[in-house]
T-cell receptor, first 113, second 112 residues
Framework: NAGVTQTPKFRILKIGQSMTLQCTQDMNHNYMYWYRQDPGMGLKLIYYSVGAGITDKGEVPNGYNVSRSTTEDFPLRLELAAPSQTSVYFC????????????FGPGTRLTVT | DAKTTQPTSMDCAEGRAANLPCNHSTISGNEYVYWYRQIHSQGPQYIIHGLKNNETNEMASLIITEDRKSSTLILPHATLRDTAVYYCIVRVVETSGSRLTFGEGTQLTVNP
């Protein structure tokens, strides 16, 4: 298994541009999550999904959108990039609500200038 | 989820035990204690979790006090590769998903 994969690894955006961060997992996990991590800080939950077709907001959802059309994929969309969205973005997955462990991807480092 | 307090940073000599403390004085009876770590520029990695009893796995041991208000993660023989930020997380298993709330963690530096 490749686990959780994320693309791209790095990206620089201009203010107002849009982009989609891709996340795919091959572990047949129902639950998927998007976090952001600002320098020197812990991770903050942006959105999560408990299964295909179901998504919900986390702690910091403003400026982002998600979709979950398949079990494997959970893309994160930035519509109008702002400097405040400069961060490292991590995608994670877990099998079920009882799962003790979340598996994290390697992250996408995004800079908005 | 209960708030946790961890020291900002700690140092440990290679080969010695690293003991990382965590205070969670407002923990509820149904909240678990989880530990994750994040090696520089990588995604977080699960280490261990517990409810009441002490736990041990191939990576570490978790000691939870009897009143459950604090816990200690023990890396028995720290190596240079254990240098990372260690997060103590207290949470309830929710029907809406296994959401984790990360604080700022403890930066553990293992020195040669």
């Amino acid at each position: 298994n490749a686990g959780v994969t994320q693309t791209p690894k790095f990206r620089i955006l201009k203010i107002g541009q849009s982009m989609t961060l891709q996340c795919t997992q091959d572990m047949n996990h129902n639950y998927m999550y998007w976090y952001r991590q600002d320098p020197g800080m812990g991770l903050k939950l942006i959105y999560y999904s408990v299964g295909a077709g179901i998504t919900d907001k986390g702690e910091v959802p403003n400026g982002y959108n998600v979709s979950r059309s398949t079990t494997e994929d959970f893309p994160l969309r930035l519509e109008l990039a702002a400097p405040s969205q400069t961060s490292v973005y991590f995608c994670a997955s877990s099998y079920s609500v009882e799962s003790i462990e979340q598996y994290f991807g390697p992250g996408t480092r995004l800079t908005v200038t | 989820d209960a708030k946790t307090t961890q020291p900002t940073s700690m140092d440990c000599a290679e080969g010695r035990a690293a003991n990382l403390p965590c205070n969670h004085s407002t923990i509820s009876g149904n909240e678990y204690v989880y530990w994750y770590r994040q090696i520089h520029s990588q995604g977080p990695q699960y280490i261990i979790h517990g409810l009441k009893n002490n736990e041990t796995n191939e990576m570490a041991s978790l000691i939870i006090t009897e009143d459950r208000k604090s816990s200690t993660l023990i890396l028995p023989h720290a190596t240079l590769r254990d240098t990372a930020v260690y997060y103590c997380i207290v949470r309830v298993v929710e029907t809406s998903g296994s959401r984790l709330t990360f604080g700022e963690g403890t930066q553990l530096t293992v020195n040669p």
